[in-house]
């Protein structure tokens, strides 16, 4: 049901006062300012980004033409020049070379945060070194966003972990999940619609049935959907609804149930589980002996991976 919403005109009056005090700020020259845009939403360009975009004299941005629908909607006029992943020594040079002319550059990606896990660190590393100011200006995060939709983390415990894309290939991407979900926290991965499939299978062999994972998939877009579920679900949840596979994804791995320490479980109980282990080990693998221990013993996969590493080294 779509609904009519009125602006009323006081809030009209307010938009112009923030902008004009956002715009009364301070806005130095001969700065590189790293600007955060929507992942998905115009909506959430905020106003200092807005005013950062329209004073440049240049626009970094990775891809020009998926920028320009951006600038477009927001009035921003301010040329553009690539900044990407096969150009980016080049364009920081350029950019320097702007910069030394007095200019003010902004750069930007095609989504979210330039130089956290997309092009622009390179960039800005250059400006840097070559000693020129750097003014990052915060927004549109899809890993805060994910985290903010999941309650994965707490005031008390905000620890997480951003491990970007995984490696294309299965048997890398599992040795990398393998390391990356062993530690005491969440784990946010990105992951694209062709490959989730795959992940899911890689996730469920390597962390095991129980362990849970949240999928936020089209954040702050139309169709955005968050769900938390358990790794042996995920499957069933895939194949639920064709929509499921469709967006860009991010992951979060949550954090292993803390079994019991060996103090409270008692030390026969870690003795146990190296035989078990041992045993199994004469004639399995590594990874099969942890799939089977799991199966027994109901413990983390990947806890007793790296029991059997250990052992087994």
Same mark, same amino acid.
């Given at each position: 049901?779509?609904?009519? *919403?009125?602006?009323?005109?006081?809030?009209?009056?307010?938009?112009?006062?923030?902008?004009?005090?956002?715009?009364?700020?301070?806005?130095?020259?001969?700065?590189?300012?790293?600007?955060?845009?929507?992942?998905?939403?115009?909506?959430?360009?905020?106003?200092?980004?807005? /005013?950062?975009?329209?004073?440049?004299? +240049?626009?970094?941005?990775?891809?020009?033409?998926?920028?320009?629908?951006?600038?477009?909607?927001?009035?921003?006029?301010?040329? =553009?020049?690539?900044?990407?992943?096969?150009?980016?020594?080049?364009?920081?040079?350029?950019?320097?070379?702007?910069?030394?002319?007095?200019?003010?550059?902004?750069?930007? !990606?095609?989504?979210?945060?330039?130089?956290?896990?997309?092009?622009?660190?390179?960039?800005?590393?250059? $400006?840097?070194?070559?000693?020129?100011?750097? +003014?990052?200006?915060?927004?549109?995060?899809? $890993?805060?966003?994910?985290? =903010? #939709?999941?309650?994965?983390?707490?005031?008390?415990?905000?620890?997480?972990?951003?491990?970007?894309?995984?490696?294309?290939?299965?048997?890398?991407?599992?040795?990398?999940?393998?390391? &990356?979900?062993?530690?005491?926290?969440?784990?946010?991965?990105?992951?694209?619609?062709?490959?989730? !499939?795959?992940?899911?299978? @890689?996730?469920?062999?390597?962390?095991?049935?129980?362990?849970?994972?949240?999928?936020?998939?089209?954040?702050?877009?139309?169709?955005? /959907?968050?769900?938390?579920? !358990? =790794?042996?679900?995920?499957?069933? &949840?895939?194949?639920?609804?064709?929509?499921?596979? /469709?967006?860009?994804? *991010?992951?979060? +791995?949550?954090?292993?149930?803390?079994?019991?320490? %060996?103090?409270?479980?008692?030390?026969?109980?870690?003795? /146990?589980?190296?035989?078990?282990?041992?045993?199994?080990? %004469?004639?399995?693998?590594?990874?099969?002996?942890?799939? $089977?221990?799991?199966?027994?013993? #109901?413990?983390?996969? @990947?806890?007793?991976?790296?029991?059997?590493?250990?052992?087994?080294?």
């Amino acid at each position: 049901m779509n609904e009519q *919403v009125t602006v009323p005109a006081e809030a009209g009056d307010a938009w112009r006062r923030v902008a004009e005090r956002v715009a009364a700020q301070h806005w130095p020259a001969c700065a590189l300012y790293v600007v955060a845009t929507p992942i998905g939403n115009l909506g959430d360009l905020g106003l200092r980004a807005w /005013q950062a975009l329209a004073r440049a004299d +240049v626009i970094a941005a990775e891809d020009t033409r998926a920028s320009r629908a951006l600038m477009d909607a927001w009035g921003i006029a301010t040329p =553009m020049m690539a900044a990407h992943r096969h150009n980016e020594a080049q364009a920081a040079q350029t950019i320097c070379a702007r910069l030394a002319q007095g200019q003010r550059v902004a750069l930007i !990606s095609d989504a979210g945060a330039p130089a956290v896990s997309d092009p622009g660190a390179r960039i800005v590393r250059a $400006v840097r070194e070559a000693g020129y100011l750097v +003014v990052p200006v915060p927004g549109p995060s899809a $890993v805060i966003a994910a985290l =903010m #939709g999941s309650g994965v983390t707490s005031d008390e415990n905000p620890a997480y972990a951003f491990a970007g894309f995984a490696p294309p290939k299965a048997a890398a991407r599992q040795r990398w999940l393998r390391r &990356w979900c062993a530690l005491p926290a969440p784990v946010l991965i990105f992951e694209s619609p062709h490959r989730l !499939s795959a992940m899911l299978a @890689d996730l469920l062999e390597v962390c095991g049935p129980a362990r849970k994972l949240t999928v936020a998939r089209e954040l702050t877009k139309r169709f955005e /959907q968050i769900a938390t579920l !358990s =790794m042996g679900e995920t499957a069933a &949840w895939l194949a639920a609804d064709p929509h499921h596979a /469709q967006g860009e994804f *991010v992951l979060i +791995v949550h954090e292993a149930e803390v079994a019991k320490s %060996e103090d409270e479980e008692g030390a026969a109980s870690g003795v /146990q589980i190296d035989v078990l282990l041992n045993a199994l080990l %004469e004639n399995l693998s590594v990874r099969d002996a942890a799939r $089977v221990a799991a199966k027994i013993t #109901g413990l983390p996969r @990947d806890r007793l991976y790296n029991k059997a590493l250990e052992l087994k080294a």
